[in-house]
Nanobody
């Protein structure tokens, strides 16, 4: 089984930056594509960004240009760097993992992910 543990959230200033981490354990990280999703209060969980095994990536339009998603196989960790934080970035951020046969597959649909972390809260204030 895969375990995912997010970290790096907290109270942030609008305009600032943060880096979320997702520590992966249990199986081979290099066989899994990773994704980041978020859920704001009163809203559905939504796609933020995803990265393939070979580091191809996709991002939601709402964050495109402000985020960098990456992965480090030596540390079994995926990252989400967010810049120019906005109030509307306030949400519970989840990382997720899915076994990927193809190294280039990027998964945007949360229903495709099998494993989920518990989430890390990001609150952006003015």
């Amino acid at each position: 089984q895969v375990q995912l543990v997010e970290s790096g959230g907290g109270l942030m200033q609008a305009g600032g930056s943060l880096r979320l981490s997702c520590a992966f354990s249990g199986l081979s990280f290099t066989n899994y594509a990773m994704g980041w999703f978020r859920q704001a209060p009163g809203k559905e969980r939504e796609f933020v960004a995803a990265i393939s095994r070979s580091a191809d990536y996709a991002a939601a339009d709402s964050v495109k240009g402000r985020i960098t998603i990456s992965r480090d196989s030596a540390k079994n960790t995926a990252y989400l760097q967010m810049n120019s934080l906005k109030l509307e970035d306030t949400a519970l951020y989840y990382c997720a993992a899915v076994f990927a046969w193809s190294p280039t597959n990027v998964f945007r649909d949360q229903s495709q992910y099998r494993y989920w972390g518990q989430g890390t809260q990001v609150t952006v204030s003015s």
